[in-house]
């Protein structure tokens, strides 16, 4: 079983830039791939950005790409989501997830059996 905590979310203007972590416990993340999903009010799920288990492979949706950076460091067993230029539309619930995933499904999030409990980033204009 792996417990996932993010934290780093908050209130910021637009163009400006906040940083998330996701510390796990209870096991080690290793082989799992992880995801950054996020849902704002009334709206489904939006996968945001997944990173494989060795970090050499990175995949954004189009919407944070060039923006959003993931990263992860297995020695802390923490991933990471650096946005920058953050715009209104980012506003949403953010949420880290971990799995098997095969590496060509990444941006499917369906197939992450772990989520932590979310972080409410809100960006104002």
């Known amino acids: 079983q792996v417990q996932l905590v993010e934290s780093g979310g908050g209130l910021v203007q637009a163009g400006g830039s906040l940083g998330l972590s996701c510390a796990a416990s209870?096991?080690?993340?290793?082989?799992?791939?992880m995801a950054w999903i996020r849902q704002a009010p009334g709206q489904e799920r939006e996968f945001v950005a997944g990173?494989?288990?060795?970090?050499?492979?990175?995949i954004y949706a189009d919407s944070v790409k060039g923006r959003f950076t993931i990263s992860r460091d297995n020695a802390k067993n923490t991933v990471y989501l650096q946005m920058n230029s953050l715009q209104p539309e980012d506003t949403a619930v953010y949420y880290c997830?971990?799995?098997?995933?095969?590496?060509?499904?990444?941006?499917?999030?369906?197939?992450?059996?772990?989520w932590g409990q979310g972080t409410q980033v809100t960006v104002s204009s």
């Open positions: 997830a971990a799995g098997y995933v095969p590496l060509g499904y990444l941006s499917d999030f369906r197939r992450y059996g772990f």
């Open positions: 209870g096991r080690t993340l290793s082989g799992y791939k």
């Open positions: 990173v494989s288990w060795s970090g050499d492979s990175t």
